[in-house]
């Protein structure tokens, strides 16, 4: 329940659902997974919060990618490396869309 008003920005109404609801609807199920061999001394300490490798498709995030000290806690540097990943891989899509338009 307190994730689903911070997801309404992201969820756009279709055709089948009640316009006359504003707010998507509630998650049905969450989990996490706490990797206990996850946790490295020294991270990669790059300068991005998040890495792209365009020809390959692929992205990779998480709280090792930069130094640590930047931020207030590990939750801050995941949370931050997972958005700008997904900005970073979002404008892949619009690149390849633009290429593809006439």
């Known amino acids: 329940?307190?994730?689903?008003?911070?997801?309404?920005?992201?969820?756009?109404?279709?055709?089948?659902?009640?316009?006359?609801?504003?707010?998507?609807?509630?998650?049905?199920?969450?989990f996490a997974k706490r990797w206990a061999a996850g946790f490295c001394a020294k991270g990669l300490q790059l300068k991005e919060d998040s890495i792209v490798l365009a020809p390959w498709r692929l992205a990779v995030c998480g709280d090792f990618i930069r130094d640590q000290a930047a931020y207030a806690s590990p939750l801050e540097a995941s949370a931050l490396s997972g958005l700008e990943c997904g900005e970073r891989v979002a404008a892949l899509w619009r690149v390849a869309e633009a290429e593809e338009s006439p």
């Open 1 to 30: 329940q307190e994730l689903t008003p911070l997801l309404a920005s992201y969820v756009k109404q279709t055709e089948s659902s009640n316009p006359t609801t504003t707010s998507p609807p509630l998650l049905q199920a969450t």
